[in-house]
């Protein structure tokens, strides 16, 4: 597998403006979109710092993903995103070493890349996930 | 403030020997320096993901830091720390902005850089690090 950047930061607020004024006011940095995944139950926003995104994740539905992760856990750093060559392949590779996947498949994520999570219980307890920007080739 | 880069992601593990093994073998990156911050009470692994680092911290005191985060959050990602022009400076402002700091002056960490610490208190539940790398100028 071939790790390129870490993609982004997943990051689950309770407040998403909030939030962005925090980053914005006391790290200068810009908010460049707000997009909202209804699969996923959240909105999200973006900031870039080098070659990184941070995306901070408001959730819109208690039951969704990120709503029980803020109820269980409290707000904090959601998971880790890198940036791979050729997602299929790496998802392939991921599980034949022994990894559990909690997507076989790449699908559609924020911003139009294609993503797929690994399971915690495989990964040191990082919620990791894999993504490939098909867009810019 | 001037943010240039994510000079790491600190991830707070069990048993380092066993993660640094999981980064190598799964994701093809290399554990180039492994050091011990006694002050800190940890033993940390470091690889390279573009421009960002992966700081894995093992406790090497239950009573320590890290050992506490993992008794109580379990296995995870602990900190993310930005890297900064100008760290007493940064911060400075942090502070004037009604950011509660909790190292008011840089001490040193791992890899020789200046660093400090803001409280997750201030920053919507991420533990965040400020690095400046004087080493390099």
């Known amino acids: 597998m071939e790790l390129t950047h870490i993609e982004h930061i997943g990051i689950a607020v309770k407040n998403l403006d909030a939030a962005i004024s925090y980053y914005e006011s006391v790290f200068g940095l810009r908010c460049y979109a707000v997009e909202e995944v209804k699969e996923q139950k959240v909105k999200t926003a973006f900031f870039m710092v080098g070659q990184t995104k ?10 969704g993903p990120i709503g029980k992760f803020i109820e269980k856990k409290g707000e ?3 998971h880790l995103a890198f940036a ?13 070493k022994g990894i559990q996947l909690i ?10 890349l294609d993503i797929a999570f690994l399971h915690p219980k495989s990964t040191f307890g990082v919620l990791t996930e894999l993504c490939e ?3 810019n080739k």
């Open 54 to 63: 941070i995306e901070l994740l408001e959730s819109t539905d208690a039951e």
């Open 76 to 78: 904090g750093i959601h």
């Open 84 to 96: 791979v060559k050729n997602l299929e392949n790496a998802l392939e590779e991921t599980e034949s």
């Open 103 to 112: 997507d076989k498949l790449p699908r559609k994520g924020a911003e139009g």
């Open 133 to 135: 920007n098909k867009n």
